[in-house]
Structure formats: C-alpha cells, structure tokens
C-alpha cells in the first residue's frame, strides 16, 4: 500500500464549512474513516468521527451526523470530509485512516487501522 497523504483544514468561524481531502492510492478495496483529536489529548486516543465502505456506505458518530459528510471520489482516490456548521469544539487534529477487508468497519471501530494520515489542524473560533 502507499501512503495516506491529507490536505485541507485551516481555519474558520464558528458556523463556517471547511473540507479535508485524504488521498487514498492504494487502498481501494479498504474502508476509510475520519478521525479526530482534540487538543490536550495525548497519545493514540483519537474519537471515531464516521466510516465508509467499499460501497460508499457511510457511518456516522452522534457529534457529527448532519454536519459532517464522509464521501470518496474513486477516479481520483481521494477521501473527503465535508464538515458544515462547524463548532468551536470542533476544533481537533483530524486524520483519515484505513482498514483492510473483511470487517473492516468493525475493525475500524476496534481501533484496528492498518495506516493514518499524518493529520491536519482544524481550528474553529467563536
């Protein structure tokens, strides 16, 4: 596999949209997901944002349903993350991540991910 290269994030005011792109060659038959971590937190304790399938089959956490949209565009292997309505708390580090089949959205939701994003910043103020 190649690497999980991320681009995008920023910052923006609170209500505002920004979207993160993750490319993703190499992976096509895995599932991806959006993961963040907020600052102050330490070690590998990232919060599971959603998950999408081999077959764009999206999942998504309480905090961001109907804001956040996870979606892939297969010419181009490239992850996105459109997040809308965006929250000071939103403010975190977010990396995209893979995981291989079978069950990989069960695995993704382990904390079983076979690569990460090198992660960007994402700072929302009020």
């Known amino acids: 596999q190649g690497q999980l290269v991320q681009s995008g994030g920023g910052s923006v005011k609170a209500g505002g949209s920004l979207r993160l792109s993750c490319a993703t060659s190499?992976?096509?038959?895995?599932?991806m997901a959006w993961f963040r971590q907020a600052p102050g937190e330490t070690g590998e304790k990232r919060e599971l944002?959603?998950?999408?399938?081999?077959?764009?089959?999206?999942t998504y956490e309480p905090s961001v349903e109907g804001r956040f949209t996870i979606s892939k565009d297969g010419s181009n292997n490239t992850l996105y993350l459109q997040m809308d309505s965006l929250k000071p708390e939103d403010t975190a580090m977010y990396y995209c991540?893979?995981?291989?089949?079978?069950?990989?959205?069960?695995?993704?939701?382990?904390?079983?991910?076979?690569?990460w994003g090198q992660g960007a910043l994402v700072t929302v103020s009020s």
């Open positions: 991540a893979a995981a291989s089949p079978p069950f990989c959205v069960h695995k993704i939701m382990a904390g079983r991910l076979d690569a």
């Open positions: 190499g992976y096509s038959y895995y599932c």
């Open positions: 944002l959603n998950t999408i399938d081999n077959d764009d089959n999206p």
